[in-house]
C-alpha cells in the first residue's frame, strides 16, 4: 500500500497539505498554549508556551494513535526545481528513526508547488512517506520539531531550502490524520465522526470558540 492509494480510498478529496482541517467536514482544530506570547518581555523565547506545546501536542497523539497502530509518516518538503535536483529523505527523516533500515522504505512523489506565489512555477513539493509502526519512530522529537518551525530550537526538521516541511500522521488503522503545523496550533481529521468526538469532549478547552460550531457539525453534535 501507499499513502496515495489510502487517501483516494479512504479520504478521496483530500489533498495532503496545511489546512486539512478546512478540506474535510469530521475535524477539530484545536489551538495551543492558550493566551501565553511566545517571547518575554525582555524579548527572549518563553520556554513556559515551548514546553506546555509540547505536552499538548503529546498528549494529544497519544490519544490518538496506539503502539501497535500502522501508520504513514508523511513529509512535504518544498524545493526549488532547478537548483536542487536530489530528494533530501535522509535529513527529514534520519533523526527521528529509531532503526535507520526504515530509511529503505520510504516512498516519495513530486507534485507542484501547493500554495499561492508569484513565482510558484519555480517550485515543486517532494512528498515523502514511510508505512511505519508508532514504535519505529521518535513521535516526541517530530512533534517538537513541528512546534519549533519559526524558532531557534532544536530539534529541527532538516533538508529544505524555501518552506519548512510540513509533517502528518496518518492512522491507517482508525483512518485519522494528526497535522501539527506551529506552535499556533495542530488538526486532526476522521473519516468516522465518533473515532475523534471524544477528543473534542476531553479538550475542549484547547478549542476556540470561533471554531466549535463547525467542529460539533461535523462531529453531529
Not at 67 to 80: C, S
Not at 108 to 127: C, G, H, R
Amino acid at each position: 500500500m501507499n499513502i496515495k492509494d489510502y487517501l483516494n480510498e479512504r479520504f478521496s478529496t483530500l489533498e495532503l497539505v496545511p489546512s486539512i482541517y478546512y478540506q474535510w467536514d469530521i475535524g477539530i482544530h484545536f489551538s495551543l498554549a492558550g493566551e501565553i506570547y511566545q517571547f518575554k518581555k525582555n524579548d527572549g523565547l518563553n520556554l513556559e508556551r515551548f514546553r506546555l506545546v509540547y505536552k499538548q501536542t503529546s498528549t494529544l497523539f497519544n490519544e490518538l494513535f496506539e503502539q501497535n497502530d500502522d501508520l504513514f509518516l508523511v513529509t512535504n518538503v518544498y524545493k526549488n526545481k532547478t537548483k536542487e535536483k536530489s530528494t533530501r529523505k535522509l535529513k527529514v527523516y534520519q533523526p527521528f528513526l529509531k532503526c535507520k533500515c526504515h530509511l529503505n522504505g520510504i516512498q516519495v512523489k513530486t507534485y507542484p508547488y501547493p500554495f499561492e506565489l508569484d513565482e510558484a512555477e519555480e517550485y515543486e513539493m517532494q512528498q515523502f512517506s514511510l508505512l511505519c509502526k508508532r514504535g519505529d519512530i521518535r513521535v516526541n522529537e517530530i512533534l517538537k520539531a513541528a512546534c519549533n518551525e519559526d524558532f531557534p530550537l532544536k530539534p529541527k526538521f532538516g533538508g529544505y531550502s524555501i518552506d519548512y516541511p510540513d509533517v502528518f500522521f496518518v492512522n491507517i488503522k482508525k483512518d485519522i490524520i494528526f497535522f501539527v503545523y506551529d506552535d499556533r496550533g495542530c488538526e486532526v481529521i476522521a473519516r468516522e465522526a465518533e473515532q475523534i468526538r471524544p477528543l473534542y469532549e476531553k479538550y475542549n478547552d484547547w478549542v476556540e470558540e470561533v471554531d466549535k460550531k463547525r467542529i460539533e457539525q461535523g462531529l453531529g453534535g
